[in-house]
């Protein structure tokens, strides 16, 4: 049965092993047998952008001759409906999901992927998910747990381990937080002699194998100062650079993919056709061969996360709050809006381009423009306010640098005026026309939060817990700058203020 009769009929295949041998010619299926497989990695945080981009490569590898124990154990820490939800599905499709593919003009491609072989959620089973993460085979961990995930105070560059869960996890009580089960399975492995696991970061942070170990060695230390001298001296802690646009699912979208493809999946996925994956090639437990299905691995691995971050992440915030208060919902609406799509070529062209040293065969002008390109794409139909969410712990990751930068050198700062500017009116949840967006800050202290919902300081943003190290409050040509860029908002709206700014050179 192809998957024209699929929707034709409106019967879909449920996805499932048993089901592997009957999908339509509309998607491909796993080529290796998956009954043969072990896993070798463990992958803490499973979501859309782990299943689109790191899944895939190992999907590539399991496809080559010999590398039947790299298979992926996915874990979920989260214990909300959804998180419940989700790890059923896994069970019930036996950790299978389709990745649909989008090409800017539209083209669409499917494959199932067959990487991960078992799913565990924490929260459920905390003693499983520790037994998995001790066992000799599983040689990986990697991550993505987000930006603000990695408990790393913004102002003393330190693990912070007063946070109630980390807190909890000291105490002895079975574990919550990343670090809390790698580093009793550590532990455990410690005790048995047997190796560790490296540890693999695969979130958009500056140095993210060196955050990992600062994270990974302090959790340690405050339970066992020769666990973590064991930990630091024995595991391996690689820089990786990833990138792939993998937007959320909404329902209306999986039903019409799931129609495409003739497939029953309550875990379909999408992406960009673009991904990338630069790495060091620093692994103790050795690993997949990811250079052979398109990893780079690479000794300039912080050059990369430079030009990533500080051009396409930090673009993509810029662009958010303007224009979620301009009234767009879709990143590709937003950049058929010549005064938004302006705003980012300056802002890549002119404040931090002159700041980056490129990587040995990259052009930066060319990157700026694959990165415009990217944000143009329809078909992928990214939204808005997931990039805009969590921007307390994302913005000082992708605009400090630039920010310092700029603003000691006497630099152009008007452009980061207006995009923090943006980013405090964002907190109404209200866009020009009054509409209402959600806003979601969940690393938001709630001191912070009174101060820019409730409180009467036109410099609150700036003054908040993730920015107050910049002090950019204190520097009077910043200050001014933030409070005209808020004024014309407030007056005459975003696009007007915006015009202004673009007309002013």
Known sequence: ????????????????????????????APAYERSRLRAGIAHIGVGNFHRAHEALYVDRCLHRPGHEDWAICGIGLGDTPAARAKAEAFKRQDGLYTLSEFAPDGAVSSRVIGAMIEYLHAPSNPDAVLRKLSDPALRIVSLTITEGGYNIDEASGTFALHTPDVASDLAGNPPRTAFGFIVEALRRRMESSVAPFSIVSCDNLRHNGDTTRLAVVSFARARDAQLAEWINAKSSFPNSMVDRIAPRVPAPQRQQLNARTGIDDALHVVGERFTQWVMEDRFGAGRPDFGAVGVELRADVPAFEGIKGRLLNASHMLLAYPALLCGYRLVHEAMQDVRLANLLDRFMSLDVIPLLQAPAGVSLHAYKQQVLSRFNNAAVADQLPRIAHDGVSKIPVFHSSTLRALVDAGSDIRRAAFFLACFQRYFKGVDDQGLAFAVHEPQLSEEDRQSLLQGTDPLAVLRTTPFRALRLYDDMRFASAFLAA????EKSGTRQALDALLADR
């Not at 998957?3 to 009957?22: D, E, F, I, K, Y």
């Not at 808020?486 to 908002?489: E, G, K, L, N, T």
């Open 486 to 489: 808020s004024d014309a908002i």
């Open 1 to 28: 049965m192809n998957a024209q009769t699929h929707v034709g009929t409106g019967r879909l295949t449920p996805l499932s092993n048993a089901t592997l041998g009957a999908l339509g010619a509309a998607v491909a």
